[in-house]
T-cell receptor, first 110, second 118 residues
Framework: GENVEQHPSTLSVQEGDSAVIKCTYSDSASNYFPWYKQELGKRPQLIIDIRSNVGEKKDQRIAVTLNKTAKHFSLHITETQPEDSAVYFCAATNDYKLSFGAGTTVTVRA | DTGVSQNPRHKITKRGQNVTFRCDPISEHNRLYWYRQTLGQGPEFLTYFQNEAQLEKSRLLSDRFSAERPKGSFSTLEIQRTEQGDSAMYLC????????????????FGEGSRLTVL
């Protein structure tokens, strides 16, 4: 099955700086790569996703890039704000079963 | 609230007892998933339904676990003879599958049911 690795496991950034989280996946058939944000005690919520026919996607301060050849994808958050502090999970699938990374705890320092 | 709802939100039980969790998905969603999340880890797939049919069960789901979705609407996850290793957050999610059978993408998660086995 699919195996998704995510790093770093923790990331501390100064408010206003950028944050980058990287993930690799094992199954070359995977074609859908979402990113979920989970605040403490809350449900995971989709923040951005990308499909395998696209190399990059942006939504305001967040962007995701995908390199199918290398089988890795990354989340970029620019101009970080305190409300960006949360755990971020990457995931991959080729159909119905999302395989998640272990998560990155992002802390934005004021 | 028209999102995915789960109950109970918290359950504390003694080892050996049975517990049941309920999930009400978004009404028009035809796929329903159960995931398990332990501290410091991402959600792990347990099982999923398309309408009332249970189409896949993970090897993580031992014989003590059973899930149902009797009318293709709400679902229950029962754990029999609970063990301390069952302590986790049990997340339900739902999604909409298009006519071609392909997933439209986003999973909508519930707030989860946290199980503590003493």
């Amino acid at each position: 099955g699919e195996n998704v690795e995510q790093h770093p496991s923790t990331l501390s950034v100064q408010e206003g700086d950028s944050a980058v989280i990287k993930c690799t996946y094992s199954d070359s058939a995977s074609n859908y790569f979402p990113w979920y944000k989970q605040e403490l005690g809350k449900r995971p919520q989709l923040i951005i996703d990308i499909r395998s026919n696209v190399g990059e996607k942006k939504d305001q301060r967040i962007a995701v890039t995908l390199n199918k050849t290398a089988k890795h994808f990354s989340l970029h958050i620019t101009e970080t704000q305190p409300e960006d502090s949360a755990v971020y999970f990457c995931a991959a699938t080729n159909d119905y079963k999302l395989s998640f990374g272990a998560g990155t705890t992002v802390t934005v320092r004021a | 609230d028209t999102g995915v709802s789960q109950n109970p939100r918290h359950k504390i039980t003694k080892r050996g007892q049975n517990v049941t969790f309920r999930c009400d998905p978004i009404s028009e969603h035809n796929r329903l998933y159960w995931y398990r999340q332990t501290l410091g880890q991402g959600p792990e797939f347990l099982t999923y339904f398309q309408n009332e049919a249970q189409l896949e069960k993970s090897r993580l789901l031992s014989d003590r676990f059973s899930a149902e979705r009797p009318k293709g609407s709400f679902s229950t996850l029962e754990i029999q003879r609970t063990e301390q290793g069952d302590s986790a957050m049990y997340l339900c999610a739902s999604s909409l599958v298009g006519p071609s059978g392909s997933n439209t993408g986003e999973l909508f998660f519930g707030e989860g049911s946290r199980l503590t086995v003493l």
